[in-house]
């Protein structure tokens, strides 16, 4: 397959100030990266953010704009990494929950894995929407209206979600895809 060139695209990759599975953040990194594209890392706050390998703490990363100031319209795409703690505490930023919202609005391709769906479900954007996620969010996603399967990667629309890092190749594939 011939090598896709996302060049002029800019994706915005939201987390919070911690518990973000570092591959989940890294490896979608490295694929916009390669294809071309520009990725910035929001946040709620400037700084750094800590990355986990599961439990253990792993590397840190800059913030390069706090997501109270990033504008969709600025954005070619956004992908919200998974991280138990990353969708807990993404899921109570009112901001950051406004700014996922805003982009499913816009039609513009929004990838999310693991339990990266939490914001999702509290942007209130599943409702009638087929998706993956962590096992642990299917209660989640169902009671918030969507249909929840357990697939390696979904393509609803504009949205584009999966399980969990055994799952980066085909995502980061479909994420690529979605630019192209």
Not at 75 to 92: I, K
């Amino acid at each position: 397959m011939a090598e896709q060139s996302l060049q002029g695209k800019k994706i915005a990759f939201l987390v919070s100030a911690e518990g973000i599975e570092r591959v989940e953040l890294t490896s979608p990194w490295e694929a916009m990266e390669k294809s071309g594209a520009t990725p910035q890392l929001l946040s709620a706050e400037t700084g750094t953010v800590q990355t986990f390998n599961h439990l253990d703490k792993a590397d840190t990363f800059t913030v390069d704009q706090a997501v109270s100031e990033a504008k969709v319209d600025d954005y070619d795409a956004l992908v919200v990494p998974g991280g138990v703690a990353n969708g807990d505490f993404l899921r109570s930023d009112e901001t950051s929950v406004s700014f996922v919202r805003e982009f499913v609005s816009s039609g513009k391709p929004v990838a999310v894995i693991c339990h990266g769906p939490w914001a999702l479900v509290e942007a209130d954007v599943v409702r009638g929407r087929r998706l993956t996620s962590w096992p642990s969010l299917k209660t989640d996603i169902r009671n918030a209206g969507g249909d929840w399967v357990d697939e390696e990667v979904v393509v609803d629309g504009n949205l584009i979600t999966s399980r969990k890092p055994d799952d980066l190749p085909a995502f980061n594939e479909k994420l690529t895809a979605a630019l192209t």
